[in-house]
């Protein structure tokens, strides 16, 4: 099994519609919890990190569900220009390695 | 000033060559990584400098050579690569690298060809 895991998509969905990707973690003993996005033959560019009290910044919503070792990006009135990857990322405890996900595919389509 | 800067945007390069990849932040952080990352997939960590000092090598072929001549600057030294080297070499930096919360900041890349 891996240690984070993500569907990779694509999700295709309408503009204005509302999204959300989970991400599945192995640890236990995992720490910090990040969404990264990354565009096609781009660097990853930070998005959120991910909260224990959940956290949101303007659309966009992370949670983290410990009991269930997973996270979650809800992403609100999708726009053309969050088509792109979306990376999850986990940094177990005693360790400073960021461990990825595969990455969630997203296309919002006109 | 949140950027993380990487020269050369592409490289081509024969079997034979020796090049270098520069990375440069002034962010103060202290840390820096080397990421290689081929389509579709996501980034392999290579090597991490904490303070100037290699603290991580990811088991990386001796054809990849890091240095860290100083806080800011980040080289990777290139020589006799094979074609399945061809990737993205992406570098990042961080205030630190332990604790948590450590966000990494990426630089654009170099999209490296080898011949």
């Known amino acids: 099994r891996k240690e984070v895991e993500q569907d990779p998509g694509p999700f295709n969905v309408p503009e204005g519609a509302t999204v959300a990707f989970n991400c599945t973690y192995s640890?236990?003993?995992?720490?910090?919890f990040f969404w990264y996005r990354q565009d096609c033959r781009k660097e990853p560019k930070l998005l959120m990190s991910v909260y224990s009290s959940g956290n949101e910044d303007g659309r966009f919503t992370a949670q983290l569900n410990r009991a269930s070792q997973y996270i979650s990006l809800l992403i609100r009135d999708s726009k053309l220009s969050d088509s792109a990857t979306y990376l999850c990322?986990?940094?177990?405890?005693?360790?400073?390695?960021?461990?990825f996900g595969t990455g969630t595919r997203l296309k919002v389509l006109a | 000033d949140t950027e993380v800067t990487q020269t050369p945007k592409h490289l081509v390069m024969g079997m034979t060559n020796k090049k270098s990849l520069k990375c440069e932040q002034h962010?103060?952080?202290?840390?820096m990584y080397w990421y290689k990352q081929k389509a579709k997939k996501p980034p392999e960590l290579m090597f991490v400098?904490?303070?100037?000092?290699?603290?991580i090598n990811e088991s990386v072929p001796s054809r990849f050579s890091p240095e860290c001549p100083n806080s800011s600057l980040l080289n990777l030294h290139l020589h006799a690569l094979q074609p399945e080297d061809s990737a993205l070499y992406l570098c990042?930096?961080?205030?630190?690298?332990?604790?948590?919360?450590?966000?990494?900041?990426f630089g654009p890349g170099t999209r490296l060809t080898v011949l």
């Open positions: 990322v986990v940094i177990t405890s005693g360790t400073y390695k960021y461990i």
């Open positions: 962010m103060g952080h202290r840390a």
């Open positions: 400098y904490s303070y100037e000092k290699l603290s």
């Open positions: 640890n236990s003993a995992s720490q910090s």
């Open positions: 990042a930096s961080s205030l630190r690298t332990g604790g948590p919360y450590n966000e990494q900041f």
